[in-house]
């Protein structure tokens, strides 16, 4: 079975700076995808990043990134000159790779990300 | 361009009477659709997925149905509503080895 967790409930960033949100998983699965999700006061889930377990380098997607390491089984996301508008819900989600599991994704718990002015 | 629909948005219902939840995606071929569910203030629990038309998977064990009578058409379904259910309920779709792309979601309330 595979767990996401995200402890942190609540963040708060001012504008233009750089925040963190973490996420840590467990699995006993050797090939598995990373995803980080933000999801608005709409509701609507907007997919932002995407790592693979054999993935070398660190995904990135503009504003995005996210810092895989693997021993420690973490996939934080970095967003960088943080905006008004990235205030929201963000959930790390996690699917395996292959087998009858495949495309399923786990989410985390989500972290709500407060951008001050 | 793939683009993915729900309706109804929002949607109030008493308790005992049924559901009937509609996803459709445009642009896209054969893909895999998934229902889920989300409590208030909590993370997506997957309900059902579906590979093709009327195969489909139950995640959990619960008072709801699925079904996929066409290739690109998802439905979720309940004869007789609990409280319960209540929650935000998303459609989502992919295609192989891609990430799932989530349609606006539909807030249903059951009172």
């Known amino acids: 079975a595979q767990k996401i967790t995200q402890t942190q409930p609540g963040m708060f960033v001012q504008e233009k700076e750089a925040v963190t949100l973490d996420c840590t998983y467990d699995t006993s699965d050797q090939s598995y995808g990373l995803f980080w999700y933000k999801q608005p006061s709409s509701g609507e889930m907007i997919f932002l990043i995407y790592q693979g377990s054999y993935d070398e380098q660190n995904a990135t997607e503009g504003r995005y990134s996210l810092n895989f390491q693997k021993a420690r089984k973490s996939a934080n996301l970095v967003i960088s000159a943080s905006q008004l508008g990235d205030s929201a819900m963000y959930f790390c989600a996690m699917r395996p790779a292959g087998g009858t599991s495949y495309g399923k994704l786990t989410f985390g718990q989500g972290t709500i990300l407060t951008v001050h002015p | 361009s793939q683009t993915i629909h729900q309706w109804p948005a929002t949607l109030v219902q008493p308790v005992g009477s049924p559901l009937s939840l509609e996803c459709t995606v445009e642009?896209?071929?054969?893909?895999?659709l998934y229902w889920y569910r989300q409590a208030a203030g909590r993370g997506l629990q997957l309900l059902f997925y579906?590979?093709?038309?009327?195969?489909i998977s139950s995640e959990v064990p619960q008072n709801l149905s699925a079904s996929r009578p066409q290739d690109r058409q998802f439905i979720l379904s309940s004869k007789k509503l609990l409280l319960s259910d209540s929650g935000f309920y998303l459609c989502?779709?992919?295609?192989?080895?891609?990430?799932?792309?989530f349609g606006p979601g539909t807030r249903l309330t059951v009172t």
């Open positions: 642009g896209t071929s054969n893909p895999n």
């Open positions: 579906s590979v093709g038309i009327g195969q």
């Open positions: 989502a779709w992919s295609e192989e080895g891609v990430e799932q792309y």
